[in-house]
């Protein structure tokens, strides 16, 4: 909406982590060198702990774009997946066929295809987000896992970014065995004033912006206080000041568009330790940056700009007449959506119309163990065991497999072995009424001589959409499983 306005290329303050806006400042670089050294290097579990918003994911982001093609990531980002759940999902991961969902079984091929990539030069890190939500039985399963090792190393890397109560349940007497296995430890710190401006000018040159600073030393130091330094509220507050600055057609955010954000945000209150520091630091915000704010020149837009009412319903209709013809006028609330809801790729797929005599297709779907995958019929001719629903569902589904990019992402629901038709269809009804009626997509494929289904939901560009989308998810889906997947696992 204010791009034109500003002179930016895209929003500088988006609250999706893209890696090209990674603030290297505040020891965050240091802290992502740190962590590519101990994944290559070392042999134990690494712990990265952050408050809420504090910019855990966008450096695990980060940190799989500059981790040598030699490391294979698994990011694992469902934190409510119990242990046989856990191992199901890295052994999808690393496409390791299965015969059996016993944690026995799964453990032990997943070690076998551990070892077949470390002979074939290949080290593997699994990043586990938000491991301070984990079940205590799925956290003893990571120690587990770090167990698994050959002759001369560990097999598998494991790095646990959480919130700070992931300390507290480390600290306690049967989560020691586990904490012992912890090598590294880094803390996420909230930035201070001074890292809030360069942080907050950072994202402005990353988007695209050239021209003077437009955030006033004191606004600077209003968001500073109220953020409490945490990246994720500096992002939203200082995007929705910049909307009211557009909104009164004013290029300089002032501290009374900061209020204005502050109020319209509602953020609770900061965790006490967080608080205590920002309230310390916000007292050196303005000293630290006016005398810099001073040397500065003005920014063009402030001479002889123009007063206008302190908020965005209140713009005088002179200030509107003065705007570019581009410009349309803001809404009255400050929040703009981000988030808007993509619509299921299976919503629109026709139901094909089943042939007299169907033909084999070359076409191959795999099943959620990313077994070696083996020809299925992917012409509308349904696989039998599917009640009326599921078949449907699978039919609309094929379309959609064969076209849609390897690289795309969509979210795992459910996985069941030769299924009951009644049963199938009644989860399927229920889920596609919880979501608000998207369709869920089903595939299917021979698994030792059953018939494996499986019950999808969404398609992502990328990693971090559909990250976003599976935490959007209703709670009950989530606790049951879902995790993340590529289509490249459907072939």
């Known amino acids: 909406m204010y791009l034109e306005h500003y002179g930016l290329d895209q929003r500088p303050f988006r609250i999706t982590p893209h890696t090209q806006f990674f603030f290297a400042g505040a020891r965050r670089g240091a802290t992502l060198d740190a962590l590519v050294y101990a994944i290559i290097h070392d042999e134990g579990i690494v712990k990265v702990c952050g408050e809420v918003g504090s910019g855990k994911t966008m450096l695990s982001r980060v940190l799989v774009e500059r981790l040598p093609d030699s490391v294979e990531t698994l990011y694992l980002s469902n934190p409510t997946l119990g242990p046989d759940a856990l191992l199901r999902q890295i052994a999808d991961e690393l496409a390791v066929p299965v015969a059996s969902d016993h944690s026995g079984a799964l453990l032990s091929a997943i070690q076998s295809a551990l070892i077949e990539r470390f ?185 002889g700009a123009p007063s206008v009412a302190t908020t965005p319903k209140g713009a005088t209709q002179d200030a509107r007449s003065r705007k570019p013809e581009t410009h349309q006028p803001a809404p009255q609330s400050l929040l703009v959506p981000t988030n808007e809801p993509r619509p299921s790729k299976f919503a629109n797929a026709p139901s094909p119309v089943e042939p007299e005599a169907p033909a084999a297709s070359s076409a191959r779907i795999a099943g959620a163990t990313g077994q070696q995958e083996r020809p299925v019929s992917t012409t509308p001719g349904t696989p039998s065991g599917l009640g009326p629903l599921a078949g449907m569902r699978y039919r609309e589904s094929q379309q959609w497999i064969r076209d849609s990019d390897d690289e795309h992402w969509f979210i795992q629901l459910h996985t069941v072995n030769d299924p009951n038709m009644n049963d199938l269809d009644s989860y399927i009804t229920r889920v596609e009424s919880l979501l608000g009626g998207v369709k869920l997509g089903v595939y299917a494929t021979p698994y030792h001589g059953l018939t494996r289904v499986g019950v999808i939901y969404g398609d992502y560009d990328d990693r971090n959409s559909a990250a976003a989308a599976l935490n959007d998810l209703p709670n009950q889906l989530r606790r049951q499983g879902a995790y993340l997947r590529q289509v490249k696992g459907l072939r």
């Open 119 to 303: 002979a074939g030069g290949k080290r593997v890190v699994a990043l586990i987000d938000e491991a301070h939500a984990m079940p205590p039985a799925s956290l003893e399963q990571i120690r587990l896992l770090s167990n698994l090792e050959s002759s001369q190393q560990k097999l598998l890397q494991i790095v646990l970014f959480g919130q700070p109560e992931l300390n507290e349940i480390l600290a306690k007497r049967d989560m020691r065995q586990l904490k012992d296995r912890i090598t590294q430890n880094f803390r996420l710190d909230p930035l201070g004033p001074a890292e809030v401006a360069q942080y907050v000018d950072f994202r402005l040159r990353a988007a695209g912006y050239r021209g003077p600073t437009i955030f006033s030393p004191a606004a600077i130091g209003r968001i500073s206080a109220a953020s409490g330094g945490l990246s994720r509220r500096i992002n939203v507050l200082a995007d929705k000041a910049m909307l009211a600055a557009y909104s009164q057609n004013l290029h300089q955010i002032s501290p009374r568009h900061v209020d204005l954000a502050i109020r319209d945000a509602e953020y609770p209150p900061l965790p006490t330790p967080v608080r205590r520091i920002a309230s310390i630091l916000a007292l050196l915000a303005a000293a630290v940056l006016a005398a810099g704010w001073l040397l500065r020149p003005p920014a063009p837009h402030d001479a």
